[in-house]
Nanobody
């Protein structure tokens, strides 16, 4: 069983930056595919970014290169660096983990990101 705890959310002005972190425990982190998702008020949860063991990454197209996902397999941490934030980035951001094939099976409790205009 993998446990995930996000941190780093908060209130930021448009154009600002935030760095989210996700601490993982209970699994072999280096073998996990890790991801970030977000859910805005009144909307479905959506994929943001993912990173495979070894570091290959993919992102939702709409980010336009503003976010960067990374991982530290020694400290067992996942990160999401968010730059040039926009009000439409306001959401609860979730960390997720899963095998390299299939679904994300493990989820954190989420961290709120609010971007003011």
């Amino acid at each position: 069983q993998v446990q995930l705890v996000e941190s780093g959310g908060g209130l930021v002005q448009a154009g600002g930056s935030l760095r989210l972190s996700c601490a993982a425990s209970g699994g072999t982190f280096r073998n996990l595919r890790m991801g970030w998702f977000r859910q805005a008020p009144g909307k479905n949860r959506e994929f943001v970014a993912q990173i495979w063991p070894g570091g290959e990454t993919s992102y939702v197209d709409s980010l336009e290169g503003r976010f960067t996902i990374s991982r530290d397999d020694v400290k067992i941490l996942l990160f999401l660096q968010m730059n040039s934030l926009k009000p439409e980035d306001t959401a609860v951001y979730y960390c997720a983990a899963g095998s390299t094939l299939g679904n994300f099976d493990y989820w954190g409790q989420g961290t709120q990101v609010t971007v003011s205009s």
